[in-house]
């Protein structure tokens, strides 16, 4: 079945940098557009950036374009999110899923990981 396992959040000071990764199976990854996304506390889940299949395009919430970078390596069905200039604005649970556009909130698979908390705070 479909599974997302996401890692690499923790603890930030403002200005940090982290590392996001999401593992996939149960679907042929290098053929969907993966996307993340994140949930602050109180706050519905919203969209932060996509990427094409073979990396050609990428999108970004307004929000974290010029800070944030999407990446995927299709060999190892894997989604990276490069978050540099962390804000506490930015404290959220992280999720990765597929989607059928490369940028808004609509998400190709109902099945969700259980994200990865990132903190920012000094």
């Known amino acids: 079945q479909v599974r997302f396992v996401e890692s690499g959040g923790g603890l930030v000071q403002p200005g940090g940098s982290l590392r996001l990764s999401c593992v996939v199976s149960?679907?042929?990854?290098?053929?969907?557009?993966m996307k993340w996304y994140r949930q602050i506390a109180g706050k519905e889940r919203e969209f932060i950036a996509g990427i094409s299949t073979v990396s050609s395009n990428t999108a970004y919430a307004d929000s974290v374009q010029g800070r944030f970078t999407v990446s995927r390596d299709n060999s190892r069905s894997t989604l990276y999110l490069q978050m540099n200039d962390l804000k506490p604005d930015d404290t959220a649970v992280y999720y990765c899923?597929?989607?059928?556009?490369?940028?808004?909130?609509?998400?190709?698979?109902?099945?969700w990981g259980q994200g990865t908390q990132v903190t920012v705070s000094s």
């Open positions: 149960g679907f042929t990854f290098g053929s969907r557009i």
């Open positions: 899923n597929a989607g059928n556009s490369l940028a808004g909130d609509g998400a190709m698979f109902l099945t």
